[in-house]
């Protein structure tokens, strides 16, 4: 009886850790400013979106493809994460556009000699994925879209 508790006790114990480390390690906000400027657009909080935005899952990344039209409105969009030291600001960084005709939204994961790629390494690396343009996820994108000019 005592090692089934001892067991037990050590799974919950586990379960606690596992569940600690996921939080730590969330998104805590988004910065979207106008790409190529550093004026802040909208910084989002809001719990729904920052679930969606979970760095480490990359939940909002959908399938690559060629690259968007030019012309579109680009945003670059900036996550904050929960680390054990405290929040890492502008720890992984993005670009974001709209097809205003289409709705449709495109992300871009920066890569190899381009300024935020670095920032991105040192939280995660993406092969095959980084400096390419993908679709974004069709959830993240209508949860993002209120906070767009």
């Keep these: 009886m005592r090692t089934i508790l001892v067991a037990l006790a050590t799974v919950a114990l586990a379960a606690g850790a596992l569940s600690a480390r996921a939080e730590i390690k ?3 906000k988004l910065t979207v400013t106008a790409d190529g400027s550093d004026s802040r ?5 809001e719990a ?3 679930r ?19 012309s579109m409105p680009r945003y670059t969009i900036t996550f904050d994460i929960q680390t054990h030291e405290g929040v890492k600001v502008a ?3 993005v670009q974001y556009c709209v097809d205003a005709s289409t709705g449709e939204a495109f992300v871009y994961l920066p ?14 690396i993406r092969d ?4 390419r343009w993908h679709r974004a996820a069709a959830e993240w994108r209508d949860a993002l879209y209120p906070h767009l000019p």
């Design 128 to 131: 095959g994925h980084d400096g």
């Design 91 to 93: 720890a992984y960084t």
């Design 26 to 28: 969330s998104t805590t």
């Design 111 to 124: 890569g190899r000699g381009e300024p935020p790629y670095r920032r991105n390494l040192s939280t995660i």
């Design 52 to 70: 969606l935005s979970h760095v480490f899952t990359g939940r909002f990344i959908g399938e690559p493809i060629d690259t968007p039209v030019a």
């Design 48 to 50: 729904h979106v920052l």
């Design 41 to 45: 657009i909208n910084e989002i909080t």
